[in-house]
């Protein structure tokens, strides 16, 4: 696959919230996607910084968009505030998902060449797969 | 043009996420629809989540079934998979993810008791105007205070502290030489 892979942006109140669910989607897709934790406030309080959601869509764009998923509602006002400034809304989409459940799908789904919109997808279809 | 395909095989290990993950990306590259069928439940190769949700484990049979264009081709990959990445070590660690880059988020730290308990006496000295040459020569007094601190017994320091010194707590004697900050609780905003 040389095709760009579409990146992955999590963005949670707590650094640790994100940057571990970072870890484990990573671990579980084999590690070719780019996956950008952007948890916790500029002084690492919980909460979300814009300007960290703002560095983790650039980072995680690679050519193929980026997927975004906030962890709890207000995280979603930070995302779309940043959002409303990115101007290209077609590269980006907010998914509405569980977060460690997406964040796995979408990652695994990013890593085996799915485009944005399957990303997307596979991270929302996490609502709907029951664990036992 | 297309045809069904199956095979299967019995685990090596226990069917967990790595192994899950890896299943359903290589599933992901087929264009055939593929399935995998453990004790009874089948779950699409492609969702992740499916997979780990069979809960599969060791020594169980699993099937894999393939319908599609490269249908033998997604069978054949996914069995290898099974067959290997459900044995210890059977996958390599993949490479850690970076968080965004920006202000560091370490945990903030207090200076060290050396400055803190010199400075403190300062303030209470300073407080109780005792001397009017103390307040005129803080230099002085924070090195004799830092020279006098190892001596003084704890329990007259705090006897000696204004209510607002006590109250929070500020003499660590003998306590590491950075202190986290205590968790602040603050609404999730």
């Known amino acids: 696959m040389t095709a760009a892979t579409v990146g992955i942006v999590l963005v949670s109140h707590s650094a640790e919230l994100a940057a571990g669910a970072a870890h484990l989607a990573a671990q579980v897709s084999g590690g070719t996607v780019t996956i950008i934790a952007a948890g916790g406030t500029d002084d690492g309080d919980l909460g979300t910084s814009a300007a960290k959601v703002e560095r983790g869509l650039s980072e995680a764009e690679s050519g193929a968009g980026v997927v975004v998923l906030p962890d709890l509602g207000s995280a979603v006002l930070t995302v779309r505030a940043v959002l409303e400034d990115h101007g290209d809304a077609q590269s980006v989409l907010l998914a509405d998902a569980p977060f460690v459940e997406g964040a796995v799908a979408a990652t695994v789904t990013a890593a085996a060449g799915g485009d944005i919109k399957a990303v997307a997808a596979a991270a929302e279809e996490a609502r709907h797969v029951r664990k036992l | ?189």
């Not at chain 2, 993949?94 to 903030?108: H, I, Q």
């Not at chain 2, 303030?123 to 230099?139: C, D, G, N, V």
């Not at chain 2, 704890?154 to 950075?178: D, Y």
């Open chain 2, 1 to 189: 043009m297309s045809a069904n395909y199956e095979q299967g095989i019995t685990l090596a290990g226990d069917l967990h996420a790595r192994p899950a993950g890896a299943l359903a990306v290589a599933a992901g590259r087929f264009a055939s629809a593929v399935s995998v069928t453990a004790g009874g439940q089948t779950a699409d190769a492609k969702s992740v989540l499916g997979v780990m949700g069979l809960g599969a484990t060791s020594g169980q049979h699993v099937t894999v079934s393939a319908a599609g264009p490269d249908a033998p081709e997604a069978v054949a990959a996914l069995i290898t998979i099974l067959g290997e990445a459900t044995k210890v070590g059977g996958l390599p660690l993949a490479a850690d993810p970076k968080p965004a880059t920006g202000p560091s988020s370490g945990p903030v730290m207090y200076p060290s008791t050396e400055v803190v308990i010199p400075v403190m006496i300062l303030l209470i000295a300073a407080s109780r105007r005792s001397s009017p040459a103390e307040t005129a020569r803080p230099a002085e007094v924070i090195a004799r205070a830092r020279r006098a601190s190892p001596q003084r017994s704890r329990k007259r320091e705090i006897a000696r502290a204004p209510w607002f010194v006590r109250q929070n707590h500020f003499f660590i004697p003998n306590g590491p030489s950075c202190v986290p900050r205590p968790p602040v609780s603050r609404s999730l905003a």
